[in-house]
């Protein structure tokens, strides 16, 4: 299994982007799928998590501003990010887990300007 992230980037506070995760392998359909995020610094925290089946979860600093989804057609996560804020600049991660292991992605920076 691999993930590849992708759609980090440079945006002023208020504004809003795009990321995706792209899964190689076998196994996307039935597992569930999470964002993490690493601040400078800071320790990896959870951001958002989507089940197998479409059910949502979010960590409580983004919560009413992010939103994640999957495309099980396209084996692709995504984390969609409004009104970023400068406490959202960090290292965002995507990761699956499969049977009990977990799966990486290499990370995508955003970083947030204020």
């Known amino acids: 299994v691999q993930l590849q992230a992708s759609g980090g980037g440079l945006v002023q506070a208020g504004g809003s982007l795009r990321l995706s995760c792209a899964v190689s392998g076998s196994g996307f359909r039935f597992s569930p799928m999470y964002w993490h995020r690493q601040a400078p610094g800071k320790q990896r925290e959870w951001v958002a998590l989507?089940?197998?089946?479409?059910?949502?979860s979010y960590a409580g600093s983004v919560k009413g501003r992010f939103t994640i989804s999957r495309d099980n057609a396209k084996n692709t996560v995504y984390l969609q990010m409004n009104n970023l804020k400068p406490e959202d600049t960090a290292v965002y991660y995507c990761k699956l887990n499969r049977h009990g292991i977990d799966y990486w992605g290499q990370g995508t920076l955003v970083t947030v300007s204020s």
């Open positions: 989507v089940s197998w089946d479409g059910s949502t």
